[in-house]
């Protein structure tokens, strides 16, 4: 079974400081996506990396896809009360792989970020 | 607008009672997938179905059934109702099957939350 795992679970943070959410995993994954949730909502999909060590950009938000595709990173510059929400990780598997043919979610941070 | 349609947005019932919940995937998408939000948790995998076809199953309980339609559409039905399967039930589609495409990217619909009072 793959596994992601996410931290911090929890982040609450001032307007205009910066964060870096993890999403780390011993598995292979063929691309990772980052969703974000806002409450009653469903996630919504920020971004999607596929090639180990590529680097994308949302206006403030930096997503990376690590070199060996078994983890991720999402930066935010500057966040703002805006960015408040759950934001979730996910794997797709390697196209090889058998054991499996669904993404696998992690568990999510919840950042709130206070005015 | 995700283009997945979630039908009804809410739903409450009675304990040992049963509903059907309804999820129309966005337009050219086949793989659908069902999951389970309770009260400050994650995403819990129930089930995927790809073109009519169960393709990976999570920990879904017994209890709980789904199926995919040949318009693509797909009901998760839940019967025996108990308090504790008060949650937001959320579907997800996509165009492909992940392990089998690179298009596996998922949209989400805006969730039934159910109430089993």
């Known amino acids: 079974t793959q596994l992601l795992e996410q931290s911090p679970q929890f982040l609450s943070i001032q307007e205009g400081e910066n964060l870096t959410v993890y999403c780390n995993s011993s598995s292979v994954f063929s691309s990772l996506q980052w969703y974000r949730q806002e409450p009653g909502e469903g996630p919504v999909l920020l971004v999607t990396?596929?090639?180990?060590?590529e680097v994308k950009k949302l206006k403030r938000l930096t997503f990376q896809f690590g070199d060996a595709r078994k983890d991720s990173s999402l930066h935010i510059t500057a966040a703002q009360p805006g960015d408040t929400g759950l934001y979730l990780c996910?794997?797709?598997?390697?196209?090889?792989?058998?054991?499996?043919?669904?993404?696998?979610f992690g568990e999510g941070t919840q950042l709130t970020v206070n005015p | 607008d995700s283009g997945v349609t979630q039908t009804p947005k809410h739903l409450i019932t009675a304990t040992g009672q049963r509903v059907t919940l309804r999820c129309s995937p966005r337009s050219g998408d086949l793989s659908v997938y069902w999951y389970q939000q309770s009260l400050d948790q994650g995403l819990q995998f129930l089930i995927q179905?790809?073109?009519?076809?169960?393709?990976a199953k999570g920990n879904i309980l017994e209890r709980f059934s789904a199926q995919q339609f040949p318009d693509l559409h797909s009901e998760l039905n839940l019967s025996s109702l108990e308090l504790g399967d008060s949650a937001l039930y959320f579907c997800?589609?996509?165009?492909?099957?992940?392990?089998?495409?690179?298009?596996?990217?998922?949209?989400f619909g805006q969730g039934t939350r159910l109430t089993v009072v």
């Open positions: 997800a589609s996509s165009v492909g099957v992940p392990g089998l495409s690179q298009d596996t990217e998922a949209f």
């Open positions: 179905y790809y073109n009519g076809e169960e393709r």
């Open positions: 990396v596929v090639t180990g060590g």
């Open positions: 996910a794997g797709a598997p390697l196209v090889t792989t058998t054991s499996g043919s669904r993404l696998t």
